[in-house]
C-alpha cells in the first residue's frame, strides 16, 4: 500500500534540476533559482550594508519569492540594481556549491534552519521569509538520495548555462546524460528530456509552485484587462501557460486566462477550447462546489453557457449566441438564480440590438431588475447602452446628460472606476455626434486629467482601457479638423505605442489614422492617394468605407459610379437605422444633382436631410445642410434668399466646424453677398464687393491652414475678378498670378466654380 500511495502522490518528476514531490497540487518544491533565493537571504542577514541597500533589498524580496524563476544573470542583475556587494557575494556563494562537492549543499541546507531558531532568530517563523525558509527545508529533507543528486546537477547546469551560454546540441546532451528515467523510475516525456536549458527562457521550463502561478496568473489578467502594452505578447504568454499547464493541467484559472489571450488574437477556436476547458477542470475540481454549496456545479453549467454565449457574439455568431443564452436562461431559471438571469437578460438586449432589432424595452426591464437586485455594474451599463440608443433616436442633449448624471451617481457611489471613464468617453462621443466640437474636447481633457492624476498618486502608467482609446481618438480627429496634422499625428504615435497592432483596441486608431490621411490627401487634390486608403477604411468600418469610396468618385467626376455606391448606402443606412450616416449620404447625393445642373431635384433631398437633422438633433449636420440649401438657391437665382438662410448656419460651423468648413462658409457666403449686389446701387454696390472681399481673405486664411490649394484656388480666381471690378488693377494682378501658379499645380476636372460649395 505504501509503493502504491507514493506513486499517486509523491511520483517525482525532474526536469533541468527542478524536483516536485507532487503532480496533482503544485505546493513546494526545491528549483536551483530557490537555492539562489536562499543565498540572497542568508547573504542579507550576515551582510554589512548601508540602510538604503538594506531597504531597497528588503522591497526586492517579495517579489522575487512570488514571481517565476529567473536564470541566474538576470537575479545577479536585479539584485546589483540594489546592491552591488550582496550581488557579487551571491554569485561567489552559488559558484562554490556549483563547482564544489554534494556535500556542499547538503551543509548549505543544514545550516538554513539556523536563520529562524534559537531564542533571538534573525527571521520569523511566521513570517514570509521565515515561512519560505522552513517550505524549501521540509521540501529538500523530503527528497531521495537520487533526487538530491538530480537537484545537485541541476545547479551546475543553472551555474554553467550562465556562465558558458552553451548552444542547442551541447543543452541536449547535457539533459541526456543527466537524467536517468529508468533508474529513478519516473514517468517523463522524451521531449522534455530532449529540451536544452536556455537563458532566455523566463521560467527555466520548470514547474511553478502554487503561490508563483496565481502571482503570474493575476498578474497578468489584470495587465489585459487595464494595459495590455505591459502584458507579455500573445505567443510569449501562451507559451508560459502551456509549459504551466504541462505540470498542472487542472489548473482552471490558467485556461481561463489562455481564453484571454485567445481573444486578443481573435482565435475562435482556441478561445471557445480554452473557455470549455476552464470550466470543465472548475467542475472536476470542485472549488465551485465548494465554494457554493450543492448549486456549485450548475452554478459553473449555467455560467458556462453565459460565458459561450458572450463568446460568440464578440466573434459576430449571433445565432450560436442566441442559442447558447437560451442554455444559460433555462439552467438558471431552473436553480432560481436571478442575478444570472439579469446578465442574461442584459446579453440578450445586446444581441436584440446587434441583429437590428429595437431592445430598448429590454434595456429598460434590465435597468429596473439590476437596481432591485443591487447589481449597479450591470445597471449603469443599462443606462449607458439607453443613452446611446436615445441618442440615435433623437433625444435632445439635456436629457442625455441627466440620464448618464443617473449613472454617474452609481460609479462614485460604488467606486466604479471603470464605468466613470466609460460614461466620460460616451459623453465626448455624444458631444461630438451632435456637433459640439468644444465640449467633446473638454470632456476628453477631463478623462485625460483623471488618468493623469490617477498615474501620479499611485506611480502606475495610465490605464490603457477602450475608453482611454476612444478620447484619444477624438482628440487626434479635433486637431486634424483644425489643421494641426502634426499634433494629430504625436496623438497617434502615442496611440500605437498604447495600443499596438495585436490589441484589442487598435481598430480604433486604425480607423481614425486612416480617416484623417483621407481627408488630408482630399484637401490636398491627391485624389490617388486617398483611393488606396479606401480599402483600409472599408475594411475597418464597411459604411464608412463606401461613403469614402463614393467621395473620391465624386471628386473625380466619375458621378454614375459614385451614385451606385450611394444608393447602396442608402438602403443599407436605412437598415442599420444609422441616422448619422444616412444624412451625410443624402448630402452627397444633393450635391451630384447639383453637378449636373438638378438644383430642383436636389432641393426636395435637402430639406429631407435638414429634417431629419433637426429630429435627431444633429446641429451640425442641420448647419452643413443650410449651406447645401443656401448653394442651390445661389444657382436658382435667389441670392437674397440664400443669404438670409446661411447667417442660421455660419455662427455653429465658425464655433464648432472644422477649418475646412470653416472656409467652405465664407466662401459661399462672400459669392452670395456678390450675386446679391449685382441690383444695388453702384455705392452700394461698391461696399458689398468689399464686404464680400473680407469674406474671401478670411476664407482664404482657412484654406492655407490645411493647406487645400484647389480651394485656394478658386479663391484667388474670385478675388481677382472682384478686384477688377473694383478697378484695383495692382491686387487683381497678384490674385491672377498667385492663381496662375496654383493652376499650373493643380489638375482641373472641369467643376464650375460657382457650383461648387
Not at 356 to 369: A, C, I, P, R
Not at 558 to 563: F, H, L, R, S, Y
Not at 568 to 587: A, F, H, W
Request: net charge neutral; hydrophobic share 40%; aromatic share 8%.
Amino acid at each position: 500500500m505504501a509503493n502504491v500511495h507514493e506513486s499517486l502522490y509523491f511520483n517525482p518528476m525532474m526536469t533541468n534540476g527542478v524536483v516536485q514531490a507532487n503532480v496533482f497540487s503544485i505546493k513546494n518544491f526545491v528549483t536551483p533559482y530557490k537555492i539562489a533565493l536562499l543565498v540572497l537571504l542568508d547573504e542579507i542577514t550576515s551582510a554589512q550594508i548601508t540602510l538604503v541597500e538594506r531597504r531597497r533589498l528588503n522591497k526586492l524580496i517579495l517579489p522575487l519569492l512570488q514571481g517565476p524563476d529567473m536564470t541566474l544573470s538576470q537575479l545577479i542583475n536585479t539584485i546589483e540594481e540594489c546592491c552591488s556587494q550582496v550581488a557579487s557575494a551571491v554569485y561567489i556563494r552559488v559558484q562554490l556549491i556549483a563547482e564544489g562537492e554534494l556535500k556542499d549543499m547538503e551543509e548549505f541546507f543544514f545550516a538554513v534552519p539556523s536563520a529562524y531558531n534559537g531564542t533571538e532568530p534573525e527571521v520569523q517563523k511566521t513570517s514570509v521569509v521565515g515561512l519560505f525558509l522552513r517550505h524549501m527545508v521540509l521540501a529538500y529533507n523530503k527528497l531521495s538520495f537520487s533526487q538530491v543528486y538530480k537537484l545537485y546537477t541541476g545547479l551546475q547546469r543553472y551555474f554553467q548555462c550562465d556562465k558558458k551560454k552553451p548552444t542547442v546540441d551541447a543543452g541536449t546532451e547535457n539533459d541526456m546524460e543527466l537524467t536517468d528515467t529508468e533508474e529513478l523510475g519516473t514517468v517523463m516525456e522524451k521531449e522534455e528530456l530532449e529540451l536544452p536549458l536556455r537563458s532566455e527562457d523566463a521560467f527555466c521550463r520548470g514547474p511553478l509552485s502554487q503561490k508563483q502561478a496565481e502571482y503570474f496568473l493575476t498578474q497578468q489578467a489584470y495587465l489585459l484587462k487595464n494595459d495590455e502594452n505591459r502584458a507579455l505578447s500573445p505567443s510569449a504568454l501562451q507559451k508560459d501557460l502551456n509549459n504551466l499547464l504541462k505540470f498542472n493541467p487542472d489548473f482552471a484559472e490558467a485556461h481561463y486566462l489562455s481564453y484571454l489571450n485567445s481573444l486578443r488574437v481573435q482565435d475562435v477556436f482556441s478561445s471557445t477550447h480554452s473557455l470549455l476547458h476552464f470550466f470543465d477542470r472548475l467542475i472536476l475540481t470542485g472549488s465551485d462546489s465548494k465554494s457554493n454549496g450543492d448549486e456549485g456545479h450548475g452554478r459553473s453549467l449555467r455560467y458556462a453557457a453565459l460565458n459561450l454565449a458572450a463568446l460568440h457574439c464578440r466573434f459576430g455568431h449571433y445565432q450560436q449566441a442566441k442559442l447558447a443564452l437560451q442554455e444559460a436562461i433555462r439552467v438558471a431559471q431552473e436553480s432560481n438564480d436571478h442575478v444570472c438571469l439579469q446578465h442574461c437578460l442584459s446579453w440578450l438586449a445586446l444581441l436584440e440590438e446587434k441583429t437590428g432589432s429595437d431592445s430598448s424595452v429590454l434595456l429598460e426591464h434590465s435597468v429596473k431588475k439590476a437596481v432591485q437586485f443591487s447589481l449597479p455594474y450591470l445597471a449603469s451599463l443599462g443606462i449607458q447602452s439607453l443613452v446611446q440608443q436615445r441618442a440615435y433616436s433623437g433625444k435632445t442633449a439635456n436629457k442625455l446628460m441627466e440620464a448618464l448624471k443617473d449613472s454617474d451617481m452609481l460609479h462614485w457611489k460604488h467606486s466604479l472606476s471603470e464605468l466613470i471613464d466609460i460614461s466620460i468617453a460616451q459623453k465626448t462621443a455624444i458631444w461630438g455626434m451632435f456637433g459640439q466640437s468644444t465640449m467633446a474636447f473638454l470632456q476628453a481633457q477631463i478623462l485625460l486629467s483623471m488618468n493623469s492624476l490617477e498615474a501620479m498618486n499611485s506611480s502606475t502608467q495610465q490605464s490603457n482601457t477602450e475608453a482611454f482609446a476612444v478620447v484619444l481618438c477624438h482628440l487626434a480627429e479635433l486637431h486634424a479638423e483644425q489643421g494641426c496634422f502634426a499634433a494629430a499625428s504625436e496623438i497617434l504615435k502615442h496611440l500605437k505605442e498604447r495600443f499596438p497592432p495585436h490589441s484589442s483596441h487598435a481598430k480604433l486608431w486604425m480607423l481614425f489614422d486612416q480617416k484623417i490621411q483621407f481627408d488630408k490627401a482630399m484637401s490636398d487634390g491627391k485624389y490617388h492617394v486617398a483611393e488606396s486608403l479606401v480599402t483600409g477604411i472599408t475594411a475597418l468600418n464597411h459604411m464608412e468605407g463606401l461613403y469614402r469610396k463614393a467621395l473620391v468618385w465624386k471628386a473625380q467626376n466619375q458621378t454614375p459610379e459614385a451614385c451606385k455606391v450611394l444608393q447602396t448606402l442608402l438602403i443599407l443606412c436605412q437598415k442599420r437605422r444609422n441616422t448619422e450616416m444616412l444624412i451625410r449620404v443624402i448630402l452627397l447625393i444633393s450635391e451630384l444633382y447639383c453637378r449636373s445642373s438638378c438644383h430642383t431635384v436636389a432641393l426636395p433631398l435637402l430639406l429631407k436631410a435638414l429634417a431629419l437633422s433637426r429630429e435627431y438633433q444633429l446641429q451640425y449636420l442641420a448647419s452643413e445642410t443650410i449651406l447645401h440649401l443656401a448653394c442651390s438657391q445661389l444657382m436658382l437665382g435667389i441670392p437674397e434668399q440664400a443669404l438670409s438662410i446661411l447667417h442660421m448656419a455660419i455662427e455653429p460651423i465658425l464655433a464648432h466646424g472644422s477649418v475646412l468648413d470653416k472656409g467652405r462658409a465664407m466662401f459661399l457666403t462672400a459669392k452670395c453677398q456678390v450675386a446679391s449686389a449685382a441690383a444695388l446701387s453702384h455705392d452700394l454696390r461698391k461696399e458689398a464687393l468689399q464686404s464680400a472681399i473680407q469674406n474671401l481673405n478670411e476664407a482664404k486664411a482657412y484654406f492655407v491652414e490645411v493647406d487645400c490649394k484647389e480651394r485656394m484656388r478658386d479663391v484667388f480666381y474670385f478675388q481677382a475678378r472682384l478686384f477688377h471690378s473694383l478697378g484695383n488693377l495692382q491686387e487683381r494682378n497678384k490674385c491672377a498670378m498667385l492663381f496662375r501658379q496654383l493652376d499650373q499645380e493643380l489638375p482641373s476636372h472641369g467643376v464650375p466654380l460657382i457650383t461648387r460649395l
